[in-house]
Nanobody, 114 residues
Framework: QVQVVESGGGLVQAGGSLRLSCIASGSIFRLNAMGWYRQAPGERRELVAMFTSGGTLYSNSVKGRFTISRDNAKNTVYLQMNSLQPEDTAIYYC?????????WGQGTQVTVSS
């Protein structure tokens, strides 16, 4: 079993910044991928940024504004979000892929006011 916990969401004005954190714990023998998705109301869940075995992925909509980083020793990933816009408003979910399967956090709300 793997536990995934996100933190760092909140309310920010357009142009502001937030930093999200995600910690994975439990039966992690090998971390195959870890990163962030988001889901806005009425929309599908979409990739934001992700570390994978093939490299780092970013959605085109966040390139140049968001940066994903990690602390491998702590099974933690971060998402630094700069120049936030109202269209970035969503619930942000952390996704963890290990040999046992895929796990999601409960999500953290990010709201950007105009």
């Amino acid at each position: 079993q793997v536990q995934v916990v996100e933190s760092g969401g909140g309310l920010v004005q357009a142009g502001g910044s937030l930093r999200l954190s995600c910690i994975a714990s439990g039966s992690i023998f090998r971390l195959n991928a870890m990163g962030w998705y988001r889901q806005a109301p009425g929309e599908r869940r979409e990739l934001v940024a992700m570390f994978t075995s093939g490299g780092t992925l970013y959605s085109n909509s966040v390139k140049g504004r968001f940066t994903i980083s990690r602390d491998n020793a702590k099974n933690t990933v971060y998402l630094q979000m700069n120049s936030l816009q109202p269209e970035d408003t969503a619930i942000y979910y952390c996704k963890v892929v290990v040999d046992l399967g895929t796990y999601w956090g409960q999500g953290t709300q990010v709201t950007v006011s105009s």
